[in-house]
């Protein structure tokens, strides 16, 4: 009813400013589009489930997300997947997997300063009755 959609808009603009938080940090920059991959042929023989901030961001327009750690899950894909495409002792594969793990603790570290716990548990409630 009303009160669940007043929930999800509020959901929606938290989700938001999170994705909008990380994608404007420098660190992120090789975090915020899909990786080429005309440009990385080989990207989607090892990455199974690509994810990037601006696909977050079409997912939350879409709907996707009822509560906050059905939107976790996709984001951890970002920093999870650097991991696991750029494993080498190189220092490009250093760097990245550097930016990876800073992105992953930034984004706990958003969701635990800004995300009221009455209003995830509102969003579970949502989620377990549909
Ligand atoms: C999330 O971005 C990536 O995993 C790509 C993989 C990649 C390898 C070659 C081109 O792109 C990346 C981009 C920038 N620096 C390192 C790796």
Redo the contacts with the bound molecule.
């Keep these: 009813e009303e009160q669940e959609e007043d929930v999800l808009r509020d959901l929606r603009l938290f989700l938001r400013y999170v994705t909008e938080s990380l994608a404007q940090d420098r660190r992120f920059k ?2 915020a589009k899909p ?2 991959t005309e ?2 042929p080989d ?1 989607t023989l090892v990455v199974k489930a690509p994810m ?1 901030l601006s696909t977050l961001l079409t997912n939350i327009d879409e709907q996707k997300y009822v509560t906050v750690d059905e939107f976790v899950c996709d984001a951890d894909l ?1 920093w999870k ?2 991991l696991e ?2 494993p080498d002792s190189d220092p ?2 250093r ?2 997997r550097h930016r ?1 793990c800073a992105l992953r603790d930034a984004l706990r570290s958003i969701i635990r300063a800004e995300l009221n716990e009455g209003f995830q548990r509102a969003c579970e409630e949502i989620r377990a009755s549909r």
């Design positions: 090789a975090f990786v080429d440009e990385v990207y990037d970002i997947n650097a495409y750029n490009m594969d760097h990245i990876a």
